[in-house]
């Protein structure tokens, strides 16, 4: 992979090695945006003949580039090249369509893309773009909609998954959330960030029996990820939780205030160090935590 030259030294660089940066960027799918629309202004504009049938992909890689930092006029040169030479592509009334998302017309947007969709329903980006201007409206409820019918195409699309969770959690659905989240675990059990997320929602519910299921996620977290401290601090939480329930059982207090202590050790034992004041800090809040729960081991 090729590294990012420093700005300083992007000029005196080749057509061909700034060829070879575009190439490396995008089959990385990284946004260098301003790195390349400085690349177009130096010299790609008027060298882009030079690339062959590659042009295309750069025009749109620039094209893209420029919406990200509001240069229509770059944006404009470009797609008035890729019309030319592609005039009922949809792959241009995508690009198109984003024109009008950069100048917030986003009504236009919307009729574009459902033009495209009208054309071809199956294409990602544009159902995706419909989701993000409703959500960029604030029109949650829509983009919930909109992705839903989405994902009954394409089901296997985690992305839209983790999307669809967050929309429910803006809109405190949690219940629908933790189902969204459910689907992701089904996908890739082995994510321990699943696992850790289900966990949060069912901790956020609440409940005797949310919590119980937060414990369990948590600890299934740390067994996939034993550096995973934020559900070390999950499990501290849950399983305290747990043990200070007026409705629990003295054997299942137990069991929640030595999962607590252990939860409460790892913690500790992965944030010593005396040169560290910070994470010091940290330390002692847990320890804090801990007392004021009177949670023992022993117990």
């Known amino acids: 992979m090729i590294r990012r030259p420093p700005r300083s030294t992007l000029f005196p660089y ?3 090695f700034r060829s070879d940066v575009l190439r490396s960027w995008r089959e990385d799918n990284v946004r260098q945006s301003e790195e390349i629309v400085e690349y177009w202004e130096s010299c790609l504009e008027d060298n882009i003949h030079k690339f062959g049938d590659e ?4 025009y749109e890689q620039v094209c893209l580039a420029a919406y990200d930092c509001h240069r229509i006029d770059i944006a404009k040169v470009c797609l008035d090249a890729l019309n030319t030479k592609f005039p009922d592509s949809i792959r241009v009334c995508n690009l198109v ?21 009208k054309k071809d329903k199956t294409n990602l980006l544009a159902q995706k773009r419909k989701t993000a201007i409703l959500k960029s409206q604030g029109k949650i409820p829509e983009a919930i909609k909109e992705l839903t019918d989405y ?11 983790l999307e669809l ?20 675990i089904l996908f890739n059990p082995h ?3 699943y696992h850790q997320r289900h966990a949060e929602i069912r901790y956020t519910q609440g409940g005797p029996d949310n919590i119980e299921l937060a414990r369990s ?6 067994k996939l990820n034993p550096n995973n401290m934020r559900a070390l601090y999950g499990l501290f939480l849950a399983a305290s939780s747990v043990a200070s329930s007026a409705k629990c059982t003295p054997q299942k207090k137990k069991e929640n205030q030595k999962y607590a202590s252990w939860a409460a050790k790892q913690i500790s034992d992965k944030y ?15 320890e804090h935590m801990l007392s004021s729960l009177q949670i023992s081991a022993s117990h």
């Open 14 to 16: 080749t057509t061909l």
């Open 55 to 58: 042009m295309w992909m750069v």
């Open 151 to 161: 994902l009954k195409k394409f089901m296997s699309d985690q992305e839209a998954w």
């Open 165 to 184: 969770c967050e929309l429910y959690i803006q809109e405190q659905d949690y219940t629908k959330a933790a189902f969204c989240m459910e689907e992701l």
């Open 97 to 117: 369509a984003m024109k009008y998302e950069v100048k917030e017309k986003y009504n236009e947007a919307l009729e574009m893309y459902d033009r495209i969709l």
């Open 191 to 193: 994510n321990h960030l």
């Open 272 to 286: 010593q160090n005396p040169n560290n004041t910070e994470e010091t800090k940290q330390v002692k809040a847990v």
């Open 217 to 222: 996620y948590f600890s299934h977290a740390i």
